[in-house]
């Protein structure tokens, strides 16, 4: 069945470095962009960032862009969210999502999300 | 920047219908999307450019955009269907997301 699972989260240090993985199964990885999207404790949903199915295009929120990379490894059906610079803020759950259209460039809706995994930055 | 704004909380009684506004200057020009959240779980896409219904997704759940506000309406309104709602747009590359409205039924 269609799957997205994360891990890499934790306990970090302010300033310090974490590295988010998603692997992906039951569908055609290359085919869709992916997201990363975020929710603080008792908050709402935060879009972090944005590939494109191919990798060439990549797109970040205010929030977190120049601190966090995404990236893809279709030959691994794996998505990745380096995070530099981590702040308090970064306190989430990160959730990685793919979105239901094929078309390059094209956003529907994000359709598939994963359980999602913890980041806690604390000092 | 954009925003999208939602009212916190919207109650319903059971079996009535329940409609959820999201509004903002976006909405003129952008499709809109909505995420149904229970608690302790994972969003779930309940609609997509503006009116689809992904597969899965009961037919009592429908939206709308006209102008620069969007809607969510639920028909028959189940307790099933508490939770938090979230509306959701692009800006050119970047996704916006409403802050949420609790929807209560009672």
């Known amino acids: 069945q269609v799957q997205l699972v994360e891990s890499g989260g934790g306990v970090v240090q302010p300033g310090r470095s974490l590295r988010l993985s998603c692997a992906a199964s039951g569908f055609t990885f290359s085919s869709h962009g992916m997201h990363w999207v975020r929710q603080a404790p008792g908050k709402g949903v935060e879009w972090v960032a944005v590939i494109w199915s191919d990798g060439t295009n990549k797109y970040y929120g205010d929030s977190v862009k120049g601190r966090f990379t995404i990236s893809r490894d279709n030959s691994k059906n794996t998505l990745y969210l380096q995070m530099d610079s981590l702040r308090v803020g970064d306190t989430a759950v990160y959730y990685c999502?793919?979105?239901?259209?094929?078309?390059?460039?094209?956003?529907?809706?994000?359709?598939?999300w994963g359980q999602g995994t913890t980041v806690t930055v604390s000092s | 920047s954009y925003e999208l704004t939602q009212p916190p909380s919207v109650s319903v009684s059971p079996g009535q219908t329940a409609t959820i506004p999201c509004s903002g200057d976006i909405l003129e020009k952008r499709y809109v999307c909505w995420y149904q959240q229970k608690p302790g779980q994972t969003p779930v896409l309940v609609i997509y450019?503006?009116?689809n219904r992904p597969s899965g997704i009961p037919e009592r759940f429908s939206g709308s955009n006209s102008g620069n506000t969007a809607t969510l309406t639920i028909s028959g309104t189940q307790a099933l269907d508490e939770a938090d709602y979230y509306c959701q747009a692009w800006d050119s590359n970047t996704a916006i997301f409403g802050g949420g409205t609790k929807l209560t039924v009672l």
């Open positions: 450019q503006d009116t």
């Open positions: 999502t793919r979105d239901l259209t094929r078309v390059k460039g094209d956003y529907y809706g994000m359709d598939v």
